[in-house]
């Protein structure tokens, strides 16, 4: 059964959708069946796939209000192993419309569990708002993967996200996991981002992802050329960060399913981190 990771920041800006793309492009290109859903009316990662305003395709919205299966939503991309679901504007309206409906939070989680065992990540790009879009994302994740700004606030905001996936924890999904917090747009070099590194490291422990994301330009250019970065230039420095991401993550959990494929890239890492102490990790996140 695939892993489900909803990418979730109530704040706008910080990387969720770029995060979003380029972590199941990297999954993708190594070799894994992945499935990206957009779950944001914004649909940024619908286009920055490449795929042009269409209000006629089946997509997230259809899924939420029970109109069509994922199945029917699903599209191929340039990755062979890479699906998307798009997202379009209309999905803004069943924020609404859920409100009265039945199994209001369960909608997505529903819509995915038939394809739960075709892929071995399926990636949820949530908007930046703690709504019934990104609360039916979280019901539907295993974990959650947060982007944050390297700033001086970054922590300002988050217990927000924390209370809610508690919330949900507590209620909806008891085995909501938190996946990781990511710093995205970080530069390394400047003492500010070393000391806010350090503050979320002794916040977060080893949840706090060793890999982080650059402030890189590749990184912004790709979703207008429609690609993820590391079809628009496989040896930036933000597509390499993104790989590294995708392969910690993996690393993280080694299911069988995925360790084959994934060999050489394990067997790198594991030069970073001992197995028991990854084992370790996922016992706690569990
Ligand atoms: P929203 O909350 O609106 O959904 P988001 O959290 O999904 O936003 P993104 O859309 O991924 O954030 O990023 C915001 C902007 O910053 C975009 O223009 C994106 O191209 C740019 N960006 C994201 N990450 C990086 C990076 N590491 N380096 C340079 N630019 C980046
Ligand atoms: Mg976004």
Not at 44 to 52: D, I, K, M, P, R
Not at 163 to 178: C, F, H, K, M, V
Request: charged share 25%; aromatic share 4%.
């Amino acid at each position: 059964m695939g892993r489900v990771i909803a990418v979730a920041n109530q704040k706008g800006g910080v990387g969720k959708t770029t995060t979003a793309i380029n972590l199941a492009a990297s999954f993708a290109a190594a070799e894994v069946n992945t499935l990206l859903v957009d779950c944001d009316p914004q649909s940024n990662a619908t286009s920055g796939l490449g795929f042009v305003k269409d209000p006629d395709r089946v997509n997230s919205y259809h899924l939420l209000m029970r109109d069509a299966s994922a199945e029917e939503a699903l599209l191929t991309t340039e990755l062979e192993q890479l699906w998307l679901i798009p997202a379009h504007k209309n999905l803004i309206g069943a924020n609404i419309e859920l409100i009265d409906m039945e199994g209001r939070e369960f909608r997505m989680r529903e819509a995915l569990a038939p394809l739960r065992d075709r892929f071995q990540f399926i990636v949820l790009d949530c908007p930046p708002a703690l709504d019934l879009l990104t609360l039916n994302a979280l019901v539907a994740a295993d974990a959650v993967l947060i982007p944050m700004q390297g700033e001086y606030f970054a922590l300002e905001g988050v217990s927000e996200l924390l209370d809610t996936i508690e919330r949900i924890r507590a209620s909806l999904n008891p085995s909501l996991g938190i996946e990781g917090v990511v710093l995205t747009m970080f530069d390394e070099r400047t003492n500010l981002a070393q000391q806010v590194m350090a503050e979320l490291k002794n916040y977060f422990g080893e949840k706090l992802c060793r890999t982080t994301v650059p402030r890189n330009i590749r990184l912004a250019e790709a979703p207008s050329h429609g690609k993820a970065a590391l079809m628009y230039d496989p040896r930036s420095k933000g597509a390499e960060s993104y790989i590294r991401l995708a392969k910690e993550i993996i690393e993280r959990q080694v299911p069988s399913s995925v360790q084959a494929p994934m060999e050489e890239a394990v067997a790198e890492s594991a030069t970073e981190a001992p197995a028991e102490e990854t084992a370790a990790e996922m016992d706690k996140s569990a």
